[in-house]
């Protein structure tokens, strides 16, 4: 009995399966048979096709075999089958995941008492992807339109159909089959009058059980036009939608240059002045113009607003609303965008970078009113291997008009040309809605609530050992009467159980606490486990560096903080309390006006214990908090590029007083040594800080739509003084071949003798100081050190005074005095305003000068000429006398073609400051076209008539004309505005901006 018990354990041991005179035997006890290839066709595949999979077995033999496919690093079984008589097997599995790795395994038999060794295939791969096509079109001389159709998978015989769009629908132009290239082409399929205003697509017909693709739709173009002086150059770019084939551009109607690939841009030097742009996009769909844009070019260009020796250089442009940025290792730089997208920057030709494209679109999930968005971005360190990217931003969860929502932290792959939607993983916040950000939620491990609009999930970053850092906003900004007081909520900041007002340190694919953090308990699932640090109104931005981790924390009405906290005081000391920046309690060193906290009726008495001694860490740097302020945290200018003496400083910002600085910080965290960098002329808004793929620091610029870096260029500038005062030298006019010496010939002219003849010396007397006004009074010698002696042959006297400097104005009138002694000379941006005398004998009319002003800097200059008589004096004042009036021209569109040569059209002035209604007068020139070049011809000035209808013709210059229209108004100071012009075209003219079409 015993026997017949063994030898049925020893069976079931052994037998897996017995069918039909097969013993199959576990693979593990089986030994191992050489490797098949294992064939995939195809191998680069279309999500839903069928891909075979083959391979020879090396026994001759019918058998069972799996298919496995990888699947999170482990096989999985998608198929079993059986080989053929010839150790064939053959399987067809669909391609679904974008990649996919298969083998066969064929298992260890005995058949027919003969032993079949175990047999793995080689792996096979499958690359996936949805089958896209897109069409381009393109016109040949004449108007003959081509089309070309590119796909993104060859499957020989599938037809594609060109379309065009009718009233009735979509009607076929042409079709073809695709042959063994990845470019179908359809050579002059129509003419530009066939396509003009039309749109165009490309359909491929359903194939072998896929179904139909329409590519994109071609759309006839539109366009809009920018200019920027770059010194006395213009960069006109222009964005285009639709089938564009080249854009042309034109300055003051002529043609400055034209571009046959995006991104269209043109580089002009006009003269001094003020210019309109235009752009033609020129298309097989037609053409059209952009509305004008303006752009003055200064005679003078004022202090770069950048210390000596940098450029803040624009790399990138035409973001909307950038928050964030990353370095990625390729060299390419991912951005966020506010209101949900991520962007990436990559090289293209010349060194340059090619125009950014989106690779995730998170906008429809993504709340981006206020202060909120997507608003952080980290890259992995481990990318390389991984692909990982972060993104932190507010999540649109929302409803019934409750101003609560929550945050949170996800992460995506790069598969090489895009972050995968389909890869996302929650990271930190996977509790979201109403059970996050109810008030009883709110201590919810995993969640951030948020109430309205501000103070969100902002920085990320990682620490030495690979923790993810997340930057958390008090989640508590809105508006009470009594301020802080009023937000009860902002306490939430000092509870270690709530996700706000702090800075995570976290696991980056658990999003739980990692040990070492102060009150990590268990395995790190509360929220208090999560906690590095807390006590933060807005850590909008921090750095990690050299075992510091730097934060700005926005200020609430007093200051902004750069606070430091050193690694190795908080991580792995047990017992350690969370260090503790001290808001909403502190703001800065100071207690916030929350009343009496330690009165029995406080709501406020946990702060009490906050502002005790030691219970707080205070800012290492602040500043006050004027007329706003947000401070950017920012990153250490490491990179040898830059020069020994800035190498290693700590460069920072902030957003609403627009302002870089520099600082030394210590390895204790101690900041000193902070210095201006970049004043609101140059600063950009800066938004986050970091270091690019050149290892320079690069800055996002929120105001600007940019991406800047900041540049070592070794080039020094004049001496500068602050804007709104004047750097002031003194010249020497004395001495033995002084110009009040030599005999003046009798002239009718000799009374303005010397002094329209003299010019101030290049050396100075002295030092150049930094004044406040263009002011001077004084017998005696004032570049004079005391008790220095003026040992000139005349003490006192001949001698120049010069002064230079920046004011910054709002736009409008300006009515500039000169008083003085003597002769005086004023030069407002590079442009003389008096060069004359300026004593009380001449009348005040003389002296005075009315100046129209831009909103802006402008360099103001000025001279004092001082002779032989006992005061030296000057006065240079000026103030706003008038704001300019507001002026707009109503016509058809720039580029318009004039209907029976008829021009209706009206104008629309105000006064802002409330005067009178502004006069106007429309101005109409005719601009005769000889080639490229013209000449205009004042055509009708029409004066005090606020629309009309005009009667136009070129007759002048048939086929040669166009019409350049403006509207001028000036209020009753004098004041004068002009509208940007409009070009209008005759029919059949083809010249400047008015064609042709191809």
Request: proline share 7%; aromatic share 6%; net charge negative.
């Amino acid at each position: 009995m015993r026997r017949v018990v063994g030898s049925s354990v020893v069976l079931g041991a052994c037998l897996v399966v017995s069918l039909a005179g097969w013993l199959v035997l576990p693979v593990a006890l089986a030994q191992a048979a050489p490797h098949p290839a294992l064939l995939a066709s195809p191998a680069t595949a279309i999500t839903g096709e069928a891909v075979t999979l083959r391979t020879r077995l090396g026994s001759r033999a019918a058998r069972p075999v799996r298919v496995e496919r990888s699947t999170g690093g482990r096989w999985t079984t998608v198929a079993r089958t059986r080989s053929d008589r010839a150790g064939v097997v053959s399987s067809r599995q669909r391609a679904t995941a974008a990649r996919a790795t298969y083998r066969v395994v064929a298992p260890a038999v005995v058949h027919r008492g003969r032993r079949l060794p175990a047999v793995v295939s080689a792996v096979a791969r499958v690359t996936a992807s949805p089958q896209t096509a897109t069409a381009a079109l393109s016109t040949a001389v004449g108007g003959v339109v081509s089309a070309a159709v590119t796909v993104s998978h060859v499957r020989p015989g599938r037809v594609v159909r060109l379309q065009l769009e009718s009233g009735s629908g979509w009607s076929t132009l042409d079709s073809a089959e695709i042959g063994r290239t990845r470019s179908v082409r359809f050579p002059a399929v129509a003419t530009a009058t066939q396509t003009a205003g039309r749109r165009v697509r490309a359909v491929l017909a359903p194939y072998d059980g896929l179904p139909a693709v329409v590519t994109p739709v071609l759309a006839p173009p539109t366009a809009e036009v920018d200019a920027a002086a770059d010194g006395r150059d213009v960069v006109v770019t222009a964005r285009t939608t639709g089938a564009v084939e080249r854009v042309r551009f034109f300055g003051d109607g002529v043609l400055i240059g034209e571009d046959a690939s995006a991104p269209w841009s043109v580089t002009w030097s006009p003269r001094i002045g003020e210019h309109d742009v235009v752009a033609r996009a020129v298309s097989p769909l037609g053409s059209t113009v952009s509305p004008v844009a303006m752009v003055t070019t200064a005679a003078v260009v004022a202090d770069s607003g950048v210390a000596e020796g940098f450029e803040l250089e624009e790399v990138q442009g035409g973001l909307e609303l950038p928050t964030s940025a990353a370095t990625l290792p390729s060299g390419g730089v991912l951005v966020t965008e506010k209101g949900g997208r991520v962007l990436v920057v990559e090289h293209g030709e010349d060194d340059g970078f090619a125009p950014a494209r989106t690779v995730l679109d998170l906008s429809a999930e993504v709340h981006s009113e206020g202060d909120a968005g997507l608003i952080g971005l980290a890259v992995d360190p481990g990318f390389v291997d991984n692909g990982f990217v972060y993104v932190s931003f507010v999540r649109d969860d929302s409803a019934d008009g409750v101003d609560r929502r929550s945050q949170q932290v996800a992460r995506f792959t790069w598969d090489g040309e895009r972050l995968d939607p389909a890869s996302r993983h929650v990271v930190l916040g996977n509790v979201g809605g109403e059970a996050c950000w109810a008030e009883d939620n709110v201590r919810t491990p995993d969640c951030v609530p948020l109430i309205g609009s501000a103070h969100t999930i902002g920085d990320l970053g990682f620490d030495d050992g690979g923790h993810l850092l997340v930057g958390v906003g008090d989640g508590s900004l809105y508006y009470t009467p009594d301020g802080v007081r009023g937000r009860l909520e902002a306490l939430r900041v000092q509870d270690p159980e709530v996700l706000a007002g702090k800075v995570l340190r976290i696991d980056s694919e658990t999003g739980r606490g990692v040990p070492g953090n102060p009150l990590h308990t268990g395995d790190g699932s509360s929220n208090a486990s999560r906690v590095l640090a807390m006590g933060f109104r807005n850590p909008f931005r921090f750095t990690h560096h050299d075992g510091l981790l730097v934060v700005g924390d926005v200020g609430e009405g007093d200051v902004e903080e750069i606070d430091t906290l050193v690694f190795d005081e908080v991580i792995d000391r047990p017992g350690a309390s969370v260090p503790n920046f001290g808001w909403p309690c502190l703001e800065g060193d100071g207690p916030t006006p929350l009343g009496v906290v330690d009165a029995p009726d406080s709501p406020w008495q946990a702060c009490a214990a906050v502002r005790a001694d030691d219970a707080t860490l205070g800012p290492s740097y602040s500043y006050p908090h004027v007329n706003g302020g947000s401070v950017s945290g920012g990153v250490f200018l490491d990179s040898d590029a830059y020069p020994a003496a800035f190498r290693g400083r700590y460069v920072f910002g902030d957003y609403a007083q627009n302002h870089i600085r520099t600082a030394e910080v210590d390895h204790h965290g101690v900041v000193t040594g902070v210095a201006p960098f970049a004043d609101a002329t140059a600063a950009g808004g800066p938004v986050k800080f970091f270091t690019g793929p050149d290892g320079l620091v690069w800055s996002v610029s929120i105001m600007h739509g940019s991406l800047r870096r900041i540049r070592w260029t070794g080039d020094g500038l004049a001496d500068r003084c602050p804007v709104g005062t004047f750097r002031r030298t003194f010249h020497d006019l004395d001495g033995p071949d002084s110009a009040f010496d030599e005999e003046i010939p009798p002239s009718p002219y000799a009374w303005l003798l010397p002094y329209a003849a003299i010019q101030l010396p290049v050396e100075a007397m002295a030092p150049a100081s930094c004044v406040d006004g263009i002011q001077l009074s004084t017998t005696g010698s004032p570049w004079l050190a005391d008790g220095e002696v003026d040992g000139r042959a005349h003490p006192g006297d001949r001698f120049g005074a010069s002064w230079r400097g920046r004011i910054d104005v709002p736009e409008g009138t300006y009515r500039f005095t000169v008083s003085g002694s003597e002769w005086v000379r004023l030069w407002v941006d590079g442009e003389p305003v008096h060069n004359f005398w300026s004593n009380g004998w001449w009348s005040l009319e003389q002296r005075q000068h009315v100046v129209e002003l831009g909103a802006g800097q402008h360099v103001v200059r000025a001279e004092l000429v001082h002779g032989d008589q006992g005061l030296a004096a000057a006065d240079v004042a000026w103030e706003q006398v008038g704001g300019p009036p507001e002026v707009s021209l109503d016509l058809p569109a720039n580029g318009s073609v004039a209907t029976d040569n008829l021009l209706s059209w009206s104008i629309t002035a105000t006064d802002p400051d409330g005067g009178a209604e502004p006069d106007v007068v429309l101005e109409v020139d005719f601009l005769h076209y000889t080639g490229d070049a013209l000449h205009a011809h004042p055509s009708s000035r029409i004066v005090g008539q606020r629309s009309g209808s005009l009667q136009v013709s070129d007759e002048h210059a048939p086929g040669s004309g166009a019409l350049r229209v403006r509207a001028v108004a000036v209020d009753e100071t004098g004041s004068r505005s002009r509208s940007a012009p409009v070009y209008v075209c005759f029919a059949g003219g083809a010249v400047g901006p008015c064609g042709p079409d191809w």
